[in-house]
């Protein structure tokens, strides 16, 4: 399968802990992006990638976020302190990176669902 | 701030064919539509995009009106799997997000 893969699929913590969670992008996507869904909702933007450079950022990524591409293949988020209502899917997306992003299909994984306690 | 209006929910009968409408009135000439569905628990699954002309792939029909200020998503003959959350998303440059509405729920019943 040479999709988009995330790791853990699923994650229970308990409020105030550090989670961390790992996206493989489509082999040769330069552009990775971040989405978090809550329940009921649609995904919403979290942040975007070309390569290793952070490009945007959402302004629901709190200071408690932070996400790498340290050799532009696959990335991290990590949720420092957790809080109930970090509580929801967070969805990683890939694009080739050779158009515009916008005139690009972004390809998503399967999600890695968090729940804290 | 999503740019698109649809149903919130739909029913299909198996066999039959799946139109799933969306307003997008204040689209400009640039901006795509993209569809996406997205089945229970997994990541959202493209299916098809079109910026002026119908297209059509292995998976479903999208016709844009000529004003381009609606569109409809064909799935020629529904399945049970095809019971899913779809979004219509209208694509605006520079920005590099996918904006999600609430997508319409379409119930393929037997």
Not at chain 1, 72 to 80: A, H, P
Request: proline share 6%.
């Amino acid at each position: 399968d040479t999709g988009v893969s995330q790791d853990p699929r699923h994650k229970i913590t308990k409020r105030g802990q550090n989670v961390t969670f790992r996206c493989d992008p489509i082999s040769e996507h330069n552009r990775l992006y971040w989405y978090r869904q809550t329940l009921g909702q649609g995904p919403e933007f979290l942040t975007y990638f070309q390569n290793e450079a952070q490009l945007e950022k959402s302004r629901l990524l709190s200071d408690r976020f932070s996400a790498e591409r340290p050799k532009g293949s696959f990335s991290t988020l990590e949720i420092q302190r957790t809080e109930q209502g970090d509580s929801a899917m967070y969805l990683c997306a890939s694009s080739p990176g050779g158009q515009a992003p916008f005139q690009e299909t972004q390809y998503f994984g399967p999600g890695t669902r968090l729940l804290v306690l | 701030d999503a740019k698109t209006t649809q149903p919130p929910s739909m029913d299909c009968a198996e066999g039959r064919a799946a139109n799933l409408p969306c307003n997008h009135s204040t689209i400009s000439g640039n901006e795509y539509v993209y569809w996406y569905r997205q089945i229970h628990s997994q990541g959202p699954q493209y299916i098809i995009h079109g910026l002026k002309n119908n297209e059509t792939n292995e998976m479903a029909s999208l016709i844009i009106t000529e004003d381009r200020k609606s569109s409809t998503l064909i799935l020629p003959h529904a399945t049970l799997r095809d019971t899913a959350v779809y979004y219509c998303i209208v694509r605006v440059g520079p920005n590099n997000d996918m904006r999600f509405g609430a997508g319409t729920r379409l119930t393929v019943k037997p």
